[in-house]
């Protein structure tokens, strides 16, 4: 059974930070690339930041370009991260995290993930 579980999201001021966690099992990880997709009710997704274990390759929008850095860890539990620094309100929004065998498919949105998590609600304010 395949699980993404992300956690970390939550209720910060503008030009703080925060730290998404996403912990995943059912897969072997080193297999997949990894993203970071968000949402806002109304508008489309979009993918904030992507990550391929087998060449080290990263991805991020140009929102986020600069203040987002992604990170994984299968050393010792398979889970990827995203620190987010000097966040805006505008990167309010549910985070979910993704997995796919194919890191362009991750950035290009399309087809749709392999594997989905749940979300988790990040909340900046003015």
């Known amino acids: 059974d395949v699980q993404l579980q992300a956690s970390g999201g939550g209720l910060v001021q503008a030009g703080g930070s925060l730290r998404l966690s996403c912990a995943v099992s059912g897969i072997t990880f080193d297999d997949y690339a990894m993203s970071w997709i968000r949402q806002v009710p109304g508008k489309e997704r979009e ?5 391929s274990k087998s060449d080290g390759s990263t991805y991020y929008a140009d929102s986020v370009k600069g203040r987002f850095t992604i990170s994984s860890d299968s050393n010792t ?13 505008e990167d309010t929004a549910v985070y979910y ?3 796919d065998p194919s890191l362009s498919s991750l950035i290009d949105g399309t087809p749709p993930p392999s594997y989905w998590g749940q979300g988790t609600l990040v909340t900046v304010s003015s």
Not at 47 to 51: D, G, I
């Open 47 to 51: 993918v904030v930041s992507c990550t």
């Open 97 to 99: 995290c993704a997995a």
């Open 77 to 89: 539990e398979n889970e990827v991260f995203l620190q987010m620094n000097s966040l805006k309100p």
